[in-house]
């Protein structure tokens, strides 16, 4: 069975500070795992994944994650966070192998202040 | 354009009055998805399909029903919808076990 926390339902950063949103997964079977954005009234778009290959994984908008597989996380960061990064944000794991479940985090938003 | 379509994008209906929410993509992918959305729980799995003809159960089925009669498509249907299914509904596809792409939801209000 798989599950997913994010811890931090809300986030608050100053524009141009550090973004680190968390994301712990639990999984019986090696992992596939995501990161997802959720702007205001709109449906989701894939951020970056991880799929077994390299464990340091870059997305879009200058965000990355590294999947460590001892600490069961994979935390999404990005170095300096912009107006336009301020949305909801949600890790989901599958397994890679067996069911097709997918699992999702309960989010956590992003507030970025000027 | 590769894309998933929902329709209604928003429904507002009485309890047991039967509905179906459809879905639509045009990326040829096998397998697909239904997600309710609801503040502070995310977004839970109801039914997915993994092929035509092939659902299975997610993690909230209760009240819903899924069908997989063609590739593209996987309507979701509440035979009797109670106020506690008001939520917004996605829906997603994607090839295999990658990435999903979502469709611009349904935001459903039963009375």
């Known amino acids: 069975a798989q599950s997913v926390t994010q811890l931090g339902s809300h986030v608050s950063v100053s524009e141009g500070a550090l973004v680190l949103l968390r994301c712990n997964y639990s999984s019986s079977v090696p992992p596939y795992l995501f990161w997802y954005v959720q702007y205001p009234n709109q449906g989701l778009q894939l951020l970056l994944k991880y799929t077994s290959a390299a464990t340091l994984v870059k997305g879009i908008n200058g965000f990355e994650a590294e999947f460590k597989k001892s600490e069961t996380s994979f935390h999404l960061t990005k170095p300096s966070a912009h107006m336009s990064d301020a949305a909801e944000y949600f890790c989901a794991v599958s397994a890679s192998s067996g069911t097709y479940k997918y699992i999702f985090g309960t989010g956590t938003r992003l507030k970025v202040l000027a | 354009e590769a894309q998933v379509t929902q329709n209604p994008r928003y429904l507002i209906t009485v309890t047991g009055k039967k509905l179906t929410v459809t879905c639509s993509q045009n990326m040829n992918h096998e397998y697909m998805s239904w997600y309710r959305q609801d503040p502070g729980l995310g977004l839970r799995q109801i039914y997915y399909?993994?092929?035509?003809?092939?659902?299975d159960k997610g993690d909230v089925p209760e009240g819903y029903k899924v069908s997989r009669k063609e590739k593209r498509n996987f309507p979701l249907i509440l035979e009797s919808p109670s106020p506690n299914q008001t939520s917004l509904y996605f829906c997603a596809s994607s090839r295999n076990r990658n990435e999903q792409f979502f469709g611009p939801g349904t935001r459903l209000t039963v009375l």
């Open positions: 399909s993994m092929n035509v003809e092939v659902t």
